[in-house]
């Protein structure tokens, strides 16, 4: 080759290099089920045993202020598919197919799995569905190439039903075992000349909590664990410990399948182009507030303390929009994008990962396409400019009470609206209550009552956007 001509090859060659557009990421999406925002180590409760959350906290960057839209199972997961809320989608409590038959999220609505799968994505769920039974409603028809799990919303901790390739039948062994067989198989099958997505919805840490594996039961079977607000009146604090002995033994066991997925990506050599985040549908409480589960979550209480019912909410009953139900836990790690160790604390949601999901593997959204989330990208890479972290919530609860619960969450203030219940409504000073102990609904300060008024409109305008069908006519 002509020396004259060997500067111009170099030239060009570098432009071609600058002008390449980097590698779309690889994405593996890891759920949990009815895990608290506080249920593991690194999220600060030391009573977990969780040192693969706690691995990923450190490679990646954890958000203690992420949270579900709605504290229950099927509008959460409708959400995060979608970028919009249950009451938008027909999708407001968890389907119950006793009496929500064919209820689940329409083919009309982009769903991120669909988006990435268009754009040339390689996409699979291996777990849990929970937002449509039919066969017209299978994770397959809603962007997902194949699926491994179950459809509905509970199955048992061992010997479970699962569905593969379309035929379902009884499996042997624990159900989180056999989550994170099908998923270390599916990133196995991949090619490596294809972005992947992979949705891996674990089943722990829902009830039932046992069995577990010993190794894993062993970390509690014999611990006197801390009770989170041990004041309260009338609390069973025997069945809070017993609770949490269990549950803390569910999460060890989600935690040490979460370390087998994480080693099959390094030894596959995936993790340098792969985004992880790991996070729960929603959030749950466990003695927090006097209470069990999430947003329809019950006292736990001895009976003489327990308070009585109403019309709409039957004793025993305790619907509501507290952090503890719905925070989650978050955590991302993304090489090269995401800074280490990092603790980020602006407000996200379920409700960011379609334009997020979307931006990343350079999908096209389609034009008309309502979106109620934002592309997280510049918050991932600390480039956000001025994000708001005010954040609004919702719960229609239809099954075991009646209620239509609507809030508005800054920073400082947070107000919940239960609009089939009036006298429910509440008001936590933030800032200086961050544990929501004091309702300071009825406080009469002129300064309060701003708070109130103005939380209030805001709410309303919100359910006047969304069309909310709670909305007072």
Not at 40 to 46: I, L, N, R, S, V
Not at 228 to 242: C, H, S
Not at 321 to 331: A, E, G, N, Y
Not at 435 to 448: G, S, T
Request: net charge neutral; aromatic share 8%.
């Amino acid at each position: 080759m002509n020396r004259l001509l060997l500067p111009v090859f170099t030239l060009l060659a570098a432009l071609s290099t600058l002008g390449a557009a980097p590698a779309r990421p690889n994405l593996v999406f890891i759920m949990a089920d009815d895990q608290g925002p506080w249920a593991f180590h690194a999220g600060g409760d030391q009573r977990a045993h969780t040192p693969n959350m706690d691995r990923l906290a450190r490679e990646g960057a954890r958000f203690p202020s992420a949270f579900s839209p709605t504290p229950v199972c099927s509008p959460a997961r409708a959400s995060l598919l979608t970028s919009r809320y249950g009451s938008e989608l027909g999708i407001v409590d968890w389907i119950n197919p006793a009496v929500d038959q064919g209820l689940g999220l329409s083919a009309e609505v982009p769903t991120w799995p669909r988006l990435l799968q268009k754009a040339g994505y390689t996409t699979g769920l291996v777990g849990k569905w929970h937002v449509g039974d039919l066969d017209e409603q299978h994770p397959t028809k809603r962007g997902y190439d194949t699926f491994y799990g179950f459809r509905g919303g509970g199955t048992p901790p061992k010997d479970p039903v699962l569905e593969k390739d379309g035929v379902s039948a009884k499996r042997e062994g624990f159900i989180v075992e056999l989550i994170a067989d099908e998923a270390i198989a599916w990133l196995q099958r991949q090619n490596a000349g294809r972005p992947f997505a992979l949705s891996v919805h674990f089943r722990e840490p829902h009830a039932a909590y046992l069995p577990v594996r010993d190794e894993d039961w062993a970390w509690f079977k014999d611990t006197d664990p801390a009770v989170p607000e041990p004041d309260i009146a009338g609390l069973d604090t025997a069945r809070v410990k017993k609770t949490t002995r269990e549950y803390f033994a569910s999460v060890a066991a989600l935690d040490r399948n979460l370390g087998r997925i994480l080693d099959a990506l390094d030894r596959l050599k995936l993790t340098a182009n792969t985004l992880v985040i790991y996070t729960s549908d929603h959030g749950y409480n466990l003695g927090h507030h006097g209470l069990l589960f999430k947003g329809n979550a019950q006292w736990m209480l001895t009976k003489e303390a327990m308070p009585p019912g109403t019309r709409n909410i039957p004793t025993g009953q305790r619907p509501n929009l507290f952090d503890t139900s719905l925070k989650v836990p978050m955590v991302i790690r993304w090489p090269g994008v995401v800074r280490p160790g990092t603790v980020n604390p602006h407000t996200l949601s379920h409700l960011d990962w379609l334009p997020t999901f979307a931006a990343l593997g350079g999908a096209t959204i389609p034009a008309g396409t309502v979106l109620r989330g934002r592309d997280l990208g510049p918050l991932l890479r600390g480039e956000a400019q001025n994000w708001n972290d005010d954040f609004y919530a919702e719960y229609s609860m239809r099954h075991g009470a009646q209620t239509h619960l609507r809030c508005l969450r800054t920073t400082e203030w947070k107000l919940i609206r239960d609009f089939n219940n009036p006298d429910r409504d509440e008001l936590y000073h933030l800032a200086a209550d961050p544990d929501e102990k004091n309702n300071l609904i009825a406080d009469p300060r002129p300064e309060v009552r701003r708070v109130i008024a103005d939380l209030g409109a805001r709410i309303l305008a919100r359910m006047t956007e969304l069309k909310d069908p709670a909305l007072p006519r």
